[in-house]
């Protein structure tokens, strides 16, 4: 499957606990995005990488949250000490970028946070 | 800011009718994708519309986009179950390709 793969697909964990997710893009893919999407609502913007590069976050990304994109490649969503708001899901998404006009992001399955 | 509104946010269609879902945007893009999502799944691409007039179909479905307007809309002919889930709107915010979506139609399909 070449598809964006995302792990692990579902975690619950207790308010004030650190949490980990990945995201692999596909492979050829340079642009990675995250995206929080919670119950009834569209998906909302987080942040956005060019290769290894961060180059845009939203104001939704507070301070205890990070992301990382080490070689370019895949991605790390670390959110620090939960709280029962952060439960959401998670989505990644690729792009190769602007073809003809159109940047195609391709999503992952998604990462579903329950915090307890 | 670039706001997104979609309408209805809930349809119940019976099979074999014809409904539309209509998706506004505040400023101006000329970049809109339409994309489907299942219950506990990820997003699905449907269409890119790309600039005005656009018109863009696949099967029972078929998008257009009204860039004076700011308006693009999602008909469904003929309506099937097949076709219950969840459609949502989002507009390109710029050269980043970030995407602002509406809150999304749910739609159920019933026999």
């Known amino acids: 499957d070449t598809g964006v793969s995302q792990d692990p697909r579902h975690k619950i964990t207790k308010r004030g606990q650190n949490v980990t997710f990945r995201c692999d893009p596909i492979s050829e893919h340079n642009r990675l995005y995250w995206y929080r999407q919670t119950l009834g609502q569209g998906p909302e913007f987080l942040t956005y990488?060019?290769?290894?590069?961060?180059?845009?976050k939203s104001r939704l990304l507070s301070d205890r949250f990070s992301a990382e994109r080490p070689k370019g490649s895949f991605s790390t969503l670390e959110i620090q000490r939960t709280e029962q708001g952060d439960s959401a899901m998670y989505l990644c998404?690729?792009?190769?970028?602007?073809?003809?006009?159109?940047?195609?992001?391709?999503f992952g399955p998604g990462t579903r946070l329950t915090v307890t | 800011e670039l706001k997104v509104e979609q309408n209805p946010l809930f349809l119940s269609m019976q099979e074999g009718k014809n409904y539309t879902i209509y998706c506004n945007y505040s400023?101006?893009?000329?970049?809109l994708y339409w994309y489907r999502q299942d219950p506990g799944k990820s997003l699905e691409s449907l269409f890119v519309l790309l600039s005005n007039g656009a018109v863009k179909q696949e099967g029972r479905l078929m998008a257009s986009l009204d860039t004076k307007a700011r308006l693009s809309t999602l008909h469904i002919t003929a309506a099937v179950h097949d076709l219950s889930a969840t459609y949502f709107c989002?507009?390109?915010?710029?050269?980043?390709?970030?995407?602002?979506f509406g809150k999304g139609t749910k739609l159920s399909v019933k026999p």
């Open positions: 990488f060019q290769n290894e590069a961060q180059l845009e």
């Open positions: 989002a507009v390109d915010r710029g050269s980043q390709g970030n995407l602002i």
């Open positions: 998404a690729s792009s190769f970028g602007r073809v003809k006009g159109v940047v195609e992001q391709y």
């Open positions: 400023t101006t893009s000329d970049r």
